[in-house]
Structures are given as C-alpha cells and as structure tokens.
C-alpha cells in the first residue's frame, strides 16, 4: 500500500474531535448510494418500457413494408421472390390495406382493414399469438351454413368492445371507394361474421384495426390479382434502416420501403429523449453528493494544516499531498457507487415482487392493467447502462476532489505551522 492511500484511509476514520466531518462523509457516501440506485431502477423500468413498446409493435407490424409508387402491386408473387433474395430478409407476405367502416347495429367505427394471407403472415408477424378469441385460420372459412355463411373478419378487443361485437356476430364493412351508377358514387357494402378477436396490448391497434383474408381483400376492393405492398422480416430488427435503403436503391423508383423504426419514429424518440433527460435529472442527485465530498475535503483540509505541514517537511512533494485526499474522495465516491449498484440492481431485478408488495401494504393498486395493457411491470437492466452509471458517478466524485486537494497541496509548511 503506498503511503498516500494508507494515509487517506487513516484520515476517512472519525476521532473524537472530528465527528462532525465523519458524518458528512457518511451523508456523502449515502447520497451518491441513492443517485446510483436511482439511476440504475429508473433507467431499468424506462428500458423495460421501451422494450415492451417494441415487442408489441414488432408484434402487429412486420420489419420492413415494400410498397408501389401510386398504385397497387401486380406482379407481386415475383416481387416477393426478389426481396426473398436481399441478404437479412428471412420471410415476407402480401398484403392489402384500406380504410373502412364497421357498421353492427347502431354503432358505427372507422377502421383500417387489412387483408392478409394467412399462410405467410404468420411467419412475418406474430398477430397469431395476440388473439385472444378464435382462431387466424378462420379467416379463410366461411361461417354459417349456406346462404347465411359468410366470410371471416379479425378485430381487435377495444373495437370489439365499442361495437358491442361477439365471436360468430354479424358485421357490414362498408367502403367509401364504392361503384359509379347512374345515381353517383354508391358506397360498398359486404357482410362479415367475426371470427376472431385480438389483443395486442396497445389501444391504437384494438381500437383501429380489423382483418380478413387477402383474396376476400381482392374481391371487397375489386382488386383483381393485385396487393398494396409487401411484409418483410428480418434477421436484425435494428438494422432495418440499411437494408431499406439497399432495397430501395436496387428495386427502382417504382417502389419505396419503409421500415418499422421510420413508421414509428415519434414514439421512438419520445422515449429515446425521455430516457436522456431522465438519466441528466437524476445525474444531478449524485452531483449534489459530490459537493458534499468537496465540503468534506475542505474540512478535512482545515483540520490536518499540521499534519499536511509536518508531511511536507518531512519530503513529502505537493503531488503526494494531493494524491492523499483525491484518493480519500474516490473512496468516498466508488464505496456509494459500489453501494448504489448493489441496491439499484437489487430493486430493478425485483421490481414486481416490490411493487405487489407495496400494493398489498397500501391497497392501492398503482398499475391497472385495463388502463396501462400491462402483464407485468417491465424492468430491463442493461449491463451498458449500469456501466455508465458506475463511471459518470466515480468520474464525477473524482472531480469534486481536485480543488480541495489542489489547495492542500499548496499549502506552505512554515505558514501552516506560524500559529501551532
């Protein structure tokens, strides 16, 4: 042990007449414990957040979407083939979208349809495993027994539940885009039975989205053999944005790809820029811990004028006097980041056992699920983050002691002593 750190040790211990410092230094130590704590447990739930976000719009929506400038997709069977062939691409699937509205009684709603084919979707998408009700197969089976069987349609739980629809219900779909006859544009109107019901946890899709099979898509919006785009998954969803720009330099002009990062980007960077400001305003908790290491440095320096005078008459240079009380911070600093850390991944690691306790305790029931489409409480430690949490507070310790041990260090041996 060198004689710096062995005497930065020896002056973190409280004698009788200097209590008062060693409780500041306590304080200090406690104050960068809770700023490392609740950067970690904050910075888990947010990255547990977005990480659920993502799963639930990866979940309904595929990777990358491939449309026609202007005009529906003809030839789209060899399309598929090709974009098959881009290196990263590990399915795709036609698909038709088109705004609608669902009529069923007297409550009438606005959606978006989708037409689907069952066979491929299920291998881009996961909307199979958000139906709660029926069956994705169903879709392409006729419900009902002769005149009255009629082809399936999908909606998700929140339309469902404002249209006041059931599994095997009747439903009209009713096109704006309809027939020209001698008494104007007539809507298009066609008879659904609901053959399943989806919840994929977030209020836009259950409340706007609506399925059926493509060819009964091609029929309803007399399409012919033609689709709107094309469905595309990919091996790395977060690197969507190369392989979009590669399709759309190699496909032409004529089409245009967009990948799920571009469709979402508000929400994205909404959370993205939370997540940054939150880590700068909880940064600030472990800067106010250091000012108080600072003030203890100070009175640490105030008491030891002797002791620091006396080290340097004995050869002590003005570096060894500052490497004693920059160590003695850092100390002071690494145990409350040691501590924060420790407590922080205890309490992110934990969260939902925490919080049903704490709701058990109270009464309260914090997170409704019928409001907040939760499961469970996300919490997602990331070991990236924990790193740089750990570094900004020890970087951040070590600066608040360069002043006060630079002052020491300054400090003359026959000036310090003139009054002993």
């Known amino acids: 042990m060198s004689f710096e750190l062995f005497v930065g040790l020896r002056y973190l211990k409280a004698k009788r007449k200097s209590t008062f410092i060693s409780i500041i230094t306590f304080i200090s130590t406690a104050g960068v414990t809770l700023g490392v704590m609740a950067l970690i447990v904050v910075l888990a739930v947010m990255t547990g957040f977005e990480n659920d976000l993502k799963e639930k719009i990866l979940g309904t929506n595929a990777h990358i979407v491939v449309l026609r400038s202007g005009a529906p997709m003809e030839n789209y069977r060899a399309v598929m083939k090709e974009l098959k062939g881009f290196a990263g691409v590990t399915a795709a699937t036609p698909f038709i979208y088109n705004q609608v ?80 006859t001698p008494l104007g544009m007539m809507p298009r109107m ?3 039975r609901i053959t399943g019901i989806f919840n994929t946890g977030m209020f836009e899709y259950d409340s706007t989205l609506a399925y059926i099979s493509l060819d009964q898509a091609q029929r309803f919006f007399d399409l012919d053999d033609t689709v709107t785009g094309i469905q595309l998954k990919v091996e790395n969803v977060y690197h969507t944005g190369e392989l979009a720009r590669s399709i759309n330099s190699k496909m032409g002009s004529g089409y245009y790809a967009r990948d799920w990062m571009q469709m979402n980007k508000n929400i994205l960077f909404a959370l993205k820029t939370e997540k940054v ?6 940064t600030l908790i472990v800067l106010v811990a250091a000012f108080g290491i600072a003030s203890t440095l100070f009175m640490v320096v105030m008491e030891k004028t002797r002791d620091i005078a006396i080290l340097k008459s004995m050869g002590a240079t003005a570096t060894s006097i500052m ?24 309490i992110a690691l934990n969260l939902e056992p925490i919080i049903d306790v704490i709701q058990k305790i109270t009464g309260q029931n914090f997170f409704s699920k019928d409001i907040y489409y939760l499961d469970h409480f996300p919490s997602l430690v990331v070991p990236s983050d924990v790193l740089l949490i750990s570094v900004t507070a020890i970087l951040i310790s070590f600066i608040a002691t360069l002043y006060p041990a630079w002052q020491a260090s300054r400090m003359l041996p026959a000036e310090a002593l003139r009054y002993e």
């Open 277 to 282: 400001v939150m880590f700068i305003i909880l």
């Open 101 to 180: 509205m669902l009529s069923s009684g007297k409550n009438v709603s606005g959606v978006v349809l989708r037409g689907i084919d069952v066979a491929t979707d299920r291998t881009v998408t996961r909307l199979g495993a958000s139906i709660v009700e029926g069956s994705l197969d169903d879709l392409e089976l006729k419900m009902g027994q002769g005149s009255a069987a009629l082809p399936g349609l999908m909606v998700g739980k929140e339309l469902a539940k404002h249209l006041n629809l059931f599994l095997g219900d009747k439903v009209n779909v009713i096109s704006p885009m309809g027939n020209i």
């Open 190 to 192: 066609k008879p659904f």
């Open 323 to 346: 490497k004693i009380f920059v160590l003695e911070g850092l100390i002071i600093g690494v145990i409350g980041t040691l501590l924060g850390m420790a407590s922080g991944l205890l």
